[in-house]
Every structure is written in structure tokens, then in C-alpha cells.
């Protein structure tokens, strides 16, 4: 099992603080013979909706660009391990606010959201608040 994100706890605080009950953690799928880990699974009560959600600290890195293709090409990997088991449930990106407003919010990370149909939760790790949610 792999390492939790470093914003991982933040953003399980944020799903609270914003009506969710978290239901699991570093949630096992099976592709073929490979093991991928969702970080978190959440529902919100009352609304009869569930969540999976891949956090990814995207900022104070090295390389935005290194880090932006690492994190869309796990997302992808991890909707096409869902689609494979057959589990209905939408897949969310949790980036922190500084990342969105950073480099996501240039062309490349805005067309990447765009083509690649990612949705996104936006959130402050300070606060521990969701800002935003992007479908």
C-alpha cells in the first residue's frame, strides 16, 4: 500500500467539515493483475451519493508539469480500473487552491481538465475547507 498523499488528512477534514461522512480509505482496485489504491471513498449523507477521491499535492513542486502528467495519468488509470470492475461511483481529483489557481489555471491544466473530463475538488489545506467543486 502506498504512501498517503501529504494533504490527505486535510482534505478527509475538509469532506466533514463540508456534510460528507468518509467510508473508507486507501480503497484497493484490481486491474488485470495490477493493484491500484484510491486514496478515499465518502458519501454524503441524505443526498444518496457516493465518491471516490485521488488526492495530489500539486504544489511547491519541482516540476508542475511532471507532477500535473503523473497525477492525470494515475486518474486516468484509476477510471478505467473502475469502469473494468463495473463500480458506478465518479472519481475526484483533490488539488489544494493554491495549485488550482496556479498552474491548473493555465492553458495546459485547464485543456488537460477540459479534454480529459476530470472532475475536481478544490480545497485549502490550511483551513481545511473544500473551495470549489468542478464537474
Known amino acids: ?23 473508507d480509505e486507501q480503497i484497493t482496485l484490481t486491474f488485470g493483475a495490477r493493484y ?13 451519493t457516493s465518491i471516490f477521491i485521488k488526492v495530489k499535492a500539486l504544489d511547491s513542486v519541482l516540476s508542475p508539469v511532471e507532477a500535473w502528467a503523473n497525477a492525470i495519468g494515475k486518474y486516468f488509470l484509476y477510471r478505467l480500473a473502475l469502469k473494468e470492475a463495473e463500480i458506478d461511483v465518479p472519481l475526484y481529483l483533490a488539488v489544494s487552491r493554491a495549485a ?16 480529459g473530463h476530470i472532475l475536481l475538488v478544490v480545497f485549502d489545506p490550511e483551513r481545511e475547507e473544500i473551495i470549489r467543486w468542478i464537474l
Not at 1 to 18: F, G, N, S, T
Not at 106 to 114: F, V, Y
Open 100 to 115: 488550482y489557481q496556479g498552474f491548473l489555471s493555465e492553458l495546459m491544466g485547464q485543456s488537460a481538465i477540459q479534454e
Open 36 to 48: 491500484l489504491w484510491i486514496d478515499l471513498k465518502a458519501s454524503k449523507v441524505g443526498a444518496d
Open 1 to 23: 500500500m502506498p504512501a498517503k498523499d501529504r494533504y490527505h488528512d486535510a482534505v478527509k477534514r475538509a469532506l466533514i467539515k463540508d456534510g460528507w461522512t468518509v467510508d
